[in-house]
């Protein structure tokens, strides 16, 4: 697995993968899984304020928790950081 010990305890967006694939194009599949975005504003997706992972909508729930992810509410996203 990679090292995700960056991700834990980050502010973590929303968005889509029709987004990420416009806006962030180097996310090309979940931190977690490998699940790959696929340009589709119905599969949603989840990254962090530095745009430095994304995380697939099963991953996200399955481990919000455990990472104490503090979810914004999507407009929070600067794509050009």
């Not at 995700?4 to 694939?21: A, C, F, Q, R």
């Not at 997706?45 to 914004?72: G, R, T």
């Amino acid at each position: 697995m990679n090292d995700i010990e960056h991700l834990k305890k980050v502010y973590i967006n929303p968005t889509d993968g029709e987004e990420i694939s416009e806006h962030a194009p180097y996310l090309k599949r979940c931190e977690f899984c490998f699940e790959p975005v696929q340009v589709n504003p119905h599969q949603r997706w989840f990254v962090p304020e530095d745009l430095s992972a994304c995380i697939c909508e099963q991953c996200y729930q399955d481990l919000k928790h455990d990472f104490e992810w503090k979810e914004l509410d999507g407009w929070d996203i600067e794509w050009f950081v």
